[in-house]
Every structure is written in structure tokens, then in C-alpha cells.
């Protein structure tokens, strides 16, 4: 005879049972003279304890990272959009506004950053003159930072990637754009000077915030 045993598991043979039960039937005469296997399996019962650890590990790698990245849990506080322009008839400026996170105060303070406070005074707006650029398609992008007017606290900035999405040919110029900014001081607007670039580039020409 052989007994097998299989752990946190439950199996019955009653085909067995019932032929050991009734001596008569066929199943037992075909089981006689033959060697018979059982499977035993055992059942262990739930181990919360090591789940709760699981739990509590977890609940620290949670707290590790956002102590690390605050980002992670501040970068929704305040949200950033531009309307689009319209340089000539038939052309058009959209903006697409991204996330980029939380920076402390110190990380902006040697930029060279066109300011600008909401008609509220809510938030100030705040454009990295050197950040303009084009990427390997040509699109044109610049950085914004965006903090409370009041907060003074060391993680205060939020940092946005902008980038433009021009429609049409026109020549690359400086204008305002209004900005509308949410947070926790309610929602505010401000215009600012930008440059904007042509989906087409033209001869060079000098567009700066200066």
C-alpha cells in the first residue's frame, strides 16, 4: 500500500470506499490482488500573520517612496493650461501642458525666469527665458514653474513641460497668452509673453523674452 500526502489540499475516494463497502460488486473483485494507492491531503489552516507582514511591508515601501518623491504625491495639487493664439488668419498656437513634479525653491532660484501673478493674486507664473527649444521633430518647448503667491514652504514650485503645437506658416513672434491655473487657492488666470514658432522653420529671426 502507498500513501501519498499533499499539503493545504482535501481529496475523498469514494469509488474505492464504495467498492470496500460492497464486497460483492465488480469493483471489488477487480480491486482484489492489486496493490492500492491512496492520496492523503492534508489541510493547513490560513496564515494571516504572514500576510499582515506582507501588509506592513508594503505600507513602508509606500511611505519610503513618497518621503523620496514627494512629487508623487503633491504633482496633481496644481494643473497649468495656455489658451491657444491665433497669429494670422488660418493659422493657429495650441499648447500641451506635462507634469513634470514638485521642485523646492532653491532649485529655481539662479533661473532666468519671466514672472508673472495671476489677476488674483493667487499664483505666480513663472517662464524660463533659457529653456525654449526645438526637439529632434522640430516642435518647440519650454518650461514653466507655477507656485502659490502665499506658500513659502521649501517644496512650493511645480514644474511643467510646455510644448507648442503650431497650425500654419507665420512668422516666429512674441505674444500673450493667457494661462489658466487650479489649485488649492481656487482656479486664476494671467497672460504672459511667450514666443511662438511656426510649423514651418523660416529664416532665423531673434525671439526672446528680453
Not at 27 to 36: D, H, I, K, L, Q
Not at 120 to 145: E, P
Not at 173 to 181: R, S
Not at 186 to 206: C, K, T
Request: aromatic residues 10%; glycine residues 4%.
Amino acid at each position: 500500500m502507498v500513501v501519498q500526502r499533499f499539503p493545504n489540499c482535501r481529496r475523498s475516494n469514494l469509488s474505492y470506499a464504495n467498492a470496500i463497502s460492497n464486497p460483492r460488486s465488480s469493483s471489488f473483485a477487480a480491486a482484489r490482488g492489486r496493490s492500492v494507492s491512496f492520496q492523503i491531503w492534508d489541510v493547513q489552516p490560513f496564515d494571516w500573520r504572514s500576510v499582515l507582514t506582507r501588509i506592513r511591508i508594503f505600507a513602508r515601501t509606500l511611505a519610503t517612496l513618497l518621503l523620496a518623491f514627494p512629487s508623487l504625491a503633491l504633482a496633481s495639487d496644481i494643473t497649468l493650461k495656455f489658451d491657444p493664439t491665433t497669429p494670422v488668419t488660418g493659422t493657429s498656437v495650441g499648447f500641451n501642458v506635462q507634469d513634470y513634479g514638485v521642485l523646492s525653491s532653491a532649485a529655481i532660484a539662479n533661473l532666468p525666469l519671466h514672472s508673472q501673478l495671476t489677476q488674483a493674486n493667487k499664483y505666480l507664473l513663472m517662464v524660463d527665458t533659457q529653456s525654449f527649444r526645438r526637439d529632434k521633430f522640430q516642435g518647440f518647448s519650454f518650461d514653466a514653474y507655477v507656485k502659490r503667491a502665499s506658500d513659502n514652504s521649501a517644496l512650493s514650485v511645480y514644474k511643467f513641460t510646455v510644448s507648442e503645437g503650431p497650425t500654419g506658416t507665420f512668422s516666429d513672434f512674441k505674444g500673450p497668452v493667457t494661462a489658466h491655473i487650479s489649485g488649492p487657492s481656487g482656479d486664476d488666470f494671467a497672460s504672459i509673453e511667450i514666443p511662438q514658432h511656426s510649423d514651418v522653420i523660416l529664416p532665423p529671426r531673434n525671439v526672446s523674452l528680453s
